[in-house]
T-cell receptor
Framework: DVKVTQSSRYLVKRTGEKVFLECVQDMDHENMFWYRQDPGLGLRLIYFSYDVKMKEKGDIPEGYSVSREKKERFSLILESASTNQTSMYLC??????????????FGPGTRLTVT | RKEVEQDPGPFNVPEGATVAFNCTYSNSASQSFFWYRQDCRKEPKLLMSVYSSGNEDGRFTAQLNRASQYISLLIRDSKLSDSATYLCVVTYGQNFVFGPGTRLSVLP
């Protein structure tokens, strides 16, 4: 059974704080993703990584950075949290099923509130 | 135009009803297709993959029409526990593109 875990389910931070969100997967998946989900906007991709130390910007990378030092761990960093970063953050990992076909699994999410 | 579009919903149906969700996608290079289910304040969970030949899993049937770039999900004999948001997902390469979701409420 695929397991993706996130370090916190709920987090409250103050404006300007540096925030670290951690994600770990135990299935040796190559690819890992960070999304945020907001009402009416759906899931939006922030960053993804297809290998250790590799990263690619998604649709909304501004205000975020990521780190992937080990295959199983993908961290999302908010350098200076702002109130518009209050959201549900979802980590996911994916693996290759076959030619050009991938399957993706999500962690339980971190609900971040920035005050 | 959004890459993946779904019925806006919400759908409110009585227990036992049959309900169909529709999804269209714009990228003809899309390779894989899925339906995910997301319960309130929880993460999306893979419900089923969608194949051109159609596939069925119990009360759930998924269909793909590549020529029309259209995906559907049919739920028969709906249960209260089917209440959730259903997300249509298409991929090209390693990119996953999610639709906005359609919310279903099954009423007693």
């Amino acid at each position: 059974d695929v397991k993706v875990t996130q370090s916190s389910r709920y987090l409250v931070k103050r404006t300007g704080e540096k925030v670290f969100l951690e994600c770990v997967q135990d299935m040796d998946h190559e690819n890992m993703f960070w999304y945020r989900q907001d009402p009416g906007l759906g899931l939006r991709l922030i960053y993804f990584s297809y290998d250790v130390k590799m990263k690619e910007k998604g649709d909304i990378p501004e205000g975020y950075s990521v780190s992937r030092e080990k295959k199983e761990r993908f961290s999302l960093i908010l350098e200076s949290a702002s109130t518009n970063q209050t959201s549900m953050y979802l980590c996911a990992s994916s693996f290759k099923l076959g030619a050009g076909t991938y399957e993706q699994y999500f962690g339980p999410g971190t609900r971040l509130t920035v005050t | 135009r959004k890459e993946v579009e779904q019925d806006p919903g919400p759908f409110n149906v009585p227990e036992g009803a049959t309900v169909a969700f529709n999804c269209t996608y714009s990228n003809s290079a899309s390779q894989s297709f899925f339906w995910y289910r997301q319960d309130c304040r929880k993460e999306p969970k893979l419900l089923m993959s969608v194949y051109s030949s159609g596939n069925e899993d119990g009360r759930f049937t998924a269909q793909l029409n590549r020529a029309s770039q259209y995906i559907s999900l049919l739920i028969r004999d709906s249960k209260l526990s089917d209440s959730a948001t259903y997300l249509c997902v298409v991929t090209y390469g390693q990119n996953f593109v999610f639709g906005p979701g359609t919310r279903l409420s099954v009423l007693p």
